[in-house]
T-cell receptor, first 115, second 113 residues
């Protein structure tokens, strides 16, 4: 069974641009959640999608958005990039969701650098 | 509010040493779940264990063991006879009442040959 796939692996953008990150969950998993990892703030929850609906959201500005498609693949978008958005963005999938007590399966992440 | 504290930022040991990673959590809820995840250099977090608040039994899995103590709000992780492949960042996490998963800041473990 293929694991969680995140693309691209690395991304370099400049301030003010926007970026879209992609996550393909494990086959059969309906929940995709996103996390931002930085040296200063650690791992922070962005949002979770389940069956194409956003089920939970972290404390991030509206510049961070996401969506989930009918095949459970998810995309995350960050508009008007700021230097502080430089981070490793991790996607995790599970059957029923990050807000249940299931274990999560993580991708290797997208390393975003904002110059 | 929920919080997880991993006071040890980085630990260095020599292979075959035992090492304990500390995790202290804060929550007022009586129903919660605790997790440990391992993040190797490749980046993806790998699930190690889940424990619910009503089960204080300690658990052993091979060289790994976990000590859950509600009295001190701790969920410590011990690696016995550490190996170079254990080098990674280890995260403790708390899930309360099906809300968002809250992670600690992680402990970087470096095992030297």
């Amino acid at each position: 069974k293929a694991g969680v796939t995140q693309t691209p692996r690395y991304l370099i953008k400049t301030r003010g641009q926007q970026v879209t990150l992609s996550c393909s969950p494990i086959s059969g998993h309906r929940s995709v959640s996103w996390y931002q990892q930085t040296p200063g703030q650690g791992l922070q929850f962005l949002f979770e999608y389940f069956s194409e609906t956003q089920r939970n959201k972290g404390n991030f500005p509206g510049r961070f958005s996401g969506r989930q498609f009918s095949n459970s693949r998810s995309e995350m978008n960050v508009s008007t990039l700021e230097l502080g958005d430089s981070a490793l963005y991790l996607c995790a999938s599970s059957l029923m969701g990050a807000t249940t007590n299931e274990k999560l399966f993580f991708g290797s992440g997208t390393q975003l650098s904002v110059l | 509010a929920q919080k997880v504290t991993q006071a040890q930022t980085e630990i260095s040991v020599v292979e075959k040493e035992d090492v304990t990673l500390d995790c202290v959590y804060e929550t007022r809820d009586t129903t919660y779940y605790l997790f440990w995840y391992k993040q190797p250099p490749s980046g993806e977090l790998v699930f190690l264990i889940r424990r619910n608040s009503f089960d204080e039994q300690n658990e052993i899995s091979g060289r790994y063991s976990w000590n859950f103590q509600k009295s001190t709000s701790s969920f410590n992780f011990t690696i016995t006879a550490s190996q170079v492949v254990d080098s990674a960042v280890y995260f403790c996490a708390l899930l309360v009442r099906f809300q968002k998963l809250v992670f600690g800041t992680g402990t970087r473990l470096l095992v030297s040959p």
